[in-house]
């Protein structure tokens, strides 16, 4: 990469040697030839960066780890769109085209946000820094290993652009650490405390969240291959998976609320009718939770409080005649419902079919 570079040192040597030898004035005079112009100083930027983040939980920590240094623009915020059908608008373009640094998902989530970037902007990756490529599943805000690896990078890209800045990045990045760690903490206790749990998912928005706190996913894997190859599941794959939200297989159901079809509104119909609990998770942030963090915090809290409340209904929940009664609907805000009744099968993770490569 460098060979290039090696009949220039080699002349160099041998000028200086000749310098040496015959004491040439004109090799060290000190002087400037009249054609050559002193090197100029590049005057660092003082202007905030301009960040473009391809959707808002990335932007989120962007902005986060930025501070006041930083300018960001999230182009997918809305959990009313569909995040994998998305083609940006002229304006978004625009945006894009004027972004010094652009904060992607990658995978093949949102390919068009990194692929006519101007020359000098800079590319931060969730994907590429854990190593997961198109075909993987996407949804990387909810691994604890991307979101630490995107929190770091976006510190050491601002400290390139900004140096003199270096230490207000690395003191937003060391609290961004804080908040994450206790996060983790909390993952920790969930662990604990749902131990045995299972669910199944329309589409694998939450795995890595659900794969951190160590749950099982029971999902068909006929179905989770057609979702993973963005296809229709066929008749028997929907039919298996009825019949384990009917038999309660699984204790609870995660539904994509972005994500809606004829298939998925069967599947979550047949959980309703089975009075299993529906919990909806959508893509991207939203509005009521300012940061990846905090809504990260409240799905899994929202998940602690719906468990616990099925387990005690069936635990306690009988009729007069002694029969066990059918647990009502519940709702939680921050793009999350939930209905009625679970069981737990003390079985350990089996993760089959999926892919981490957040792991």
């Known amino acids: 990469m460098h060979s290039h570079q090696r009949p220039f040192l080699h002349a160099f040597a041998a000028g200086i040697a000749l310098c040496m030898a015959f004491g040439t004035a004109s090799c060290s005079n000190g002087e400037t030839e009249p054609n050559q112009q002193p090197a100029e100083t ?33 182009i997918l915020s809305s959990t009313t769109t569909d995040a994998h059908d998305f083609e940006p608008k002229t304006k978004d373009v625009d945006v894009l085209d004027k972004a010094q640094v652009i904060v992607a998902n990658g995978a093949g989530y949102d390919s068009w946000a990194t692929k006519t970037p101007r ?16 075909g993987d599943n996407p949804h990387l805000w909810f691994s604890s290993d ?35 760690l206790k996060l983790e903490k909390d993952m920790e206790k969930s662990s604990k405390s749902l131990k045995g749990i299972s669910y199944a998912s329309t589409e694998p928005v939450a795995y890595y969240l659900f794969s951190d706190i160590g749950l099982t996913d029971k999902t068909p894997e006929g179905y989770s291959q057609s979702t993973a190859d963005g296809s229709q599941p066929s008749s028997e794959n929907l039919q298996e998976f009825q019949k384990l939200l009917e038999d309660h297989g699984t204790d ?21 009718k089975s009075d299993l609990p529906v919990i909806d ?19 899994i809290t929202t998940l602690d409080e719906e468990i616990a409340k099925e387990k005690d209904k069936a635990t306690d929940g009988t009729d007069e005649t002694g029969s066990d009664t059918q647990p009502s609907d519940a709702k939680s805000d ?3 419902k939930s209905s009625s009744e679970s069981t737990t099968d003390g079985t350990s993770p089996d993760n089959t079919g999926q892919t981490d490569p957040g792991k």
């Open 281 to 299: 998770i959508s893509e991207q942030m939203p509005s009521d939770c300012k940061d990846l963090i905090e809504w990260t915090t409240h799905l």
């Open 334 to 336: 921050s793009g999350s």
């Open 119 to 134: 020359k000098d902007a800079v590319s931060v990756s969730a994907a590429q820094m854990v190593g997961a490529v198109e």
């Open 42 to 74: 590049k005057t660092e930027q003082t202007t905030p960066i301009e960040v473009v983040a391809s959707i808002n939980q990335w932007g989120s920590v962007a902005e986060q780890i930025g501070g006041s240094h930083v300018k960001v623009t999230s």
């Open 252 to 272: 609870f159901l995660v539904n994509n609320a972005q994500e809606t079809s004829d298939a998925t509104n069967i599947i979550t119909g047949t959980a309703h």
């Open 146 to 180: 991307a979101r630490n690896a995107m929190a770091k990078e976006l510190a050491d890209t601002y400290s390139r652009i900004m140096p003199k800045q270096r230490k207000y990045f690395s003191a937003r990045l060391k609290a961004w650490n804080k908040r994450e």
